[in-house]
């Protein structure tokens, strides 16, 4: 039996996704709650794997079981055993040929960025923070150019293990609401690093350190050392996994972006 399991988490005082020998993971949290809830060792399989600080309100996983529980028990137990930092939200059983990464069709991320002199009190590790003003308008500009499919070396981490660095990014916006930037990135999958070095770049754009034009020399470039340095993790947020309608998966609860929704969000 496939069981597919929708999850949350604050990704502050994790290493990131990917089990790891003696750090704290989320992968690792889960797959002990579950393995406890069996009573066997349970692997688990992510849509994406997140970086250390990165959180999610929509990070969807799958396992492998042959012990019947009632979908309340492997919710509502796995959240009883687990750190308080992660929330499963629903499960739902599916065909064995559904994978949790290779079955999406495309995932979105959000970045929460506070915009002011002052860094964040309440909002540590929940936003990232840049203390001069930035032109919006200008990183939406610079934004349009990386739409499309293309090569995004120049954004890529060292450390990718991507086979290619061809990806497809369908929505890339740029708005603010007061002190608040908000980006959203939408692509069929990404690379190592690829948002925040992105939005590395577009705040170095929005600060006028560079100019709109500069975002098209760097994806031209297929250089990592051309491009900004990779931002901070705090304000990122995977937000969404999209799915064909025949795994019958919840769809994510998207914000509407209004002051309110922001704030409840965050």
């Known amino acids: ?3 597919a399991l929708g999850i949350e988490y604050d990704g502050s005082s994790f290493s ?43 990070q969807i996983i799958h396992f492998d079981t042959e012990v019947a529980r009632p979908n309340g028990a492997w919710v509502r137990g796995l ?25 999406a069709v495309r995932r979105t991320y959000r970045y929460f960025l506070l915009n002011r002199e002052q860094r964040p009190a309440l909002l540590t590790k929940k936003v990232g923070w840049y203390h001069k003003k930035l032109d919006v308008h200008a990183m939406s500009l610079a934004a349009s150019t990386l739409i499309g499919k293309h090569d995004f070396s120049a954004f890529r981490s060292s450390e990718c293990q991507a086979k290619s660095p061809v990806r497809t990014i369908e929505g890339l916006s740029v708005r603010s609401f007061g002190d608040i930037t ?9 690379l190592h690093h690829m948002v925040r070095n992105i939005i590395g770049t577009l705040v170095y754009i929005g600060a006028g350190k560079q100019p709109v034009s500069w975002m098209e020399e760097v994806l031209n470039s297929r250089a990592r ?19 064909d309608s025949q795994w019958g998966l919840p769809p994510p609860k998207m914000l509407s972006g209004c002051a309110v929704d922001i704030a409840s969000f965050i």
Request: a negative charge.
């Open 16 to 58: 990131g996704w990917q089990i790891q020998p003696e750090a704290l993971t989320i992968q690792g949290e889960i797959e002990k709650g579950l393995s406890q809830i069996a009573a066997t060792p349970i692997r688990v399989f992510c849509a994406g794997r997140t970086d250390a600080g990165v959180h999610a309100t929509y």
């Open 182 to 190: 908000i980006v959203d990135i939408t692509a069929n999958a990404f």
């Open 79 to 103: 959240n009883a055993l687990i750190s308080d930092d992660i929330a499963a939200l629903w499960v739902a059983e599916v065909t064995t040929d559904f994978h949790a990464r290779f079955s």
């Open 225 to 243: 050392s051309v491009a900004a340095p990779t931002f901070s993790p705090n304000g990122l947020y995977l937000v969404s996994v999209n799915y």
């Open 1 to 3: 039996m496939r069981l």
